[in-house]
């Protein structure tokens, strides 16, 4: 697994502030970019579908449903590897969601072995919130759970998570942060973060 230059991931439970941090870094860093998986592309929106109990796919299916999304977000048109040449990308969600989500239903190597190909990020940022904070903030949205939100399956989602940044550790940078600092505070600790890596 080579590592991408400029490619940036923040991964977390749902809840925990993934977007919101990586969307503020964007409009704080010049020449940076925002993206997500799934994507908006047609393989990302069949996904979301699935996600939001709009379709109905078993859960075997969903590992292969992401993988080729990834595919798509790495190497398409616009993807990941030809946005990093001219800007810092600053991805929300990444394989490692699809470790600690698709290994709830189907076997932890298969779901490796799906995204031994890709490229590894410079750094991952992952917001450790409490699963008591993120269901709040869940419940606070007033909307529809979706899929992986319910609080029992956010425990094991999360020991999968653990799981995975072990496995990766000698691969990239893994930067554990405290979701439940303010947005401010997490936001100064991720830029500290970038300037020691030398990544800005």
């Known amino acids: 697994m080579d590592i991408l230059k400029n490619f940036i991931v923040f991964e977390g439970l749902d809840g925990a502030g993934t977007t919101t941090q990586s969307k503020l870094l964007v409009e704080k860093i010049k020449n940076s970019v925002f993206t997500n998986e799934p994507t908006d592309r047609e393989t990302g ?11 109905e ?35 929300d969600r990444y394989l490692f969601s699809s470790i600690a989500y698709q290994a709830l239903e189907n076997d932890y190597e298969l779901i490796l072995k799906l995204n031994e190909n890709f490229p590894m990020p410079e750094a991952v940022f992952f917001i450790n919130t409490s699963i008591t904070e993120c269901q709040k903030r869940i419940n606070s949205r007033g909307e529809k759970k979706e899929l992986f939100e319910d609080r029992a ?34 936001l100064v600790k991720e830029t500290e973060w970038l300037k020691k890596l030398d990544i800005i």
């Open 57 to 91: 796919f078993s859960g075997k299916t969903l590992p292969y449903l992401f993988a080729a999304d990834r595919a798509e977000h790495i190497y398409g048109k616009d993807g990941i590897i030809e946005l990093c040449k001219n800007h810092i990308v600053f991805c």
């Open 45 to 55: 929106k069949l996904i979301r579908k699935c996600l939001r109990k709009e379709a």
């Open 153 to 186: 399956l956010q425990e094991k989602i999360l020991a999968n998570y653990i799981r995975a940044f072990e496995h990766f550790d000698d691969k990239t940078n893994i930067i554990t942060l405290d979701g439940d600092l303010s947005i401010e505070e997490l």
